[in-house]
């Protein structure tokens, strides 16, 4: 599995940005694909996650309301739109990609998403939010 992140920039808070995750190699029909931010300092945390069969969703409390993810199993795609960009959300954003369900399927029953359950990870994106 490979993952390329793309869209990442600079903008003003309140801003907006859609970040890109072009996904090779996997089976959208089968696995889940995530989010996770790590900001300078601090641990990487999950933001957000799909699982592209049934467009199953997860978000974390922080970005509840301003981010949405969906994805296009026909490019192979997954998107994270951001709105109401905050300066806390300043930060390398991933893709994580793995070919079982449950990684997503536990955070959206409340546990939260482990960066310890994805097998595949990109480069990451930069997304800094100034104030």
């Known amino acids: 599995v490979q993952l390329v992140e793309s869209g990442g920039g600079l903008v003003p808070a309140g801003g907006s940005l859609r970040l890109s995750c072009a996904a090779s190699?996997?089976?959208?029909?089968?696995?889940?694909i995530a989010w996770f931010r790590q900001a300078p300092g601090k641990e990487r945390e999950g933001v957000s996650c799909i699982r592209p069969s049934d467009t199953t969703t997860y978000l974390a409390n922080s970005v509840k309301g301003r981010f949405t993810i969906s994805s296009d199993k026909d490019k192979n795609m997954v998107y994270l739109q951001m709105n109401s960009l905050k300066p806390e959300d300043t930060a390398t954003y991933y893709c994580?990609?793995?070919?079982?369900?449950?990684?997503?399927?536990?955070?959206?029953?409340?546990?939260?998403?482990?960066?310890?359950?994805?097998?595949?990870w990109g480069q990451g994106t930069q997304v800094s939010v100034s104030s």
């Open positions: 190699g996997f089976t959208f029909d089968e696995g889940v």
């Open positions: 994580a990609a793995d070919g079982n369900e449950y990684p997503c399927l536990r955070a959206v029953l409340g546990h939260g998403l482990l960066k310890t359950e994805f097998g595949s």
